[in-house]
C-alpha cells in the first residue's frame, strides 16, 4: 500500500467500526489486499453502521473521505472513489432514507462523484 493510501486508512480506522472492518477484511483477503477493495469494505461498513455514528465521527469520516477526493495523489483519488464512494453508492441506492442522511454529510467533489456514477449506471453503459 501506498503511503498516502496507508494515511487514508489510518485516518478512517481512528473510528473503532471501521478499524474493526479493515482487520476482518484484511484477515480475509491478507496483508496484500486491492485498496479498491479494502475501501469497498470500509464503504460497506461505514454505511451498515451510520446511524450508530456520532455527528463528529459522521462528521470526521465524511472530511477524510473529500480529503481523499481531493488529494493529489491520483492512485488514492481513483481508489476512493471506485472502491468506497461505489460501495457506498451500491448501499444507499437500496435505501432512500439513508441517501439522505448521506447526501447531507458528502462534500462537494464527493457528491459530484456520486452523482456522475449514478448517471453513468442509469445510463446503461
Do not use: C
Amino acid at each position: 500500500m501506498e503511503e498516502a493510501q496507508k494515511i487514508f486508512v489510518d485516518s478512517l480506522s481512528r473510528i473503532q467500526t471501521i478499524r474493526q472492518a479493515e482487520a476482518a477484511a484484511v484477515q480475509y483477503w491478507g496483508k496484500d489486499i486491492p485498496i479498491t477493495v479494502l475501501l469497498a469494505e470500509l464503504g460497506r461498513a461505514i454505511m451498515k453502521n451510520f446511524d450508530e455514528f456520532s455527528r463528529e465521527d459522521r462528521i470526521y469520516i465524511f472530511d477524510v473521505i473529500e480529503r481523499g477526493m481531493n488529494s493529489s495523489d491520483n492512485t488514492l483519488n481513483t481508489a476512493v472513489a471506485t472502491g468506497l464512494l461505489e460501495a457506498i453508492s451500491g448501499q444507499i441506492s437500496k435505501d432512500p432514507n439513508l441517501q439522505k442522511k448521506v447526501d447531507a454529510q458528502l462534500g462537494e467533489a464527493s457528491k459530484k462523484y456520486l452523482i456522475d456514477w449514478s448517471d453513468w449506471h442509469n445510463s446503461g453503459a
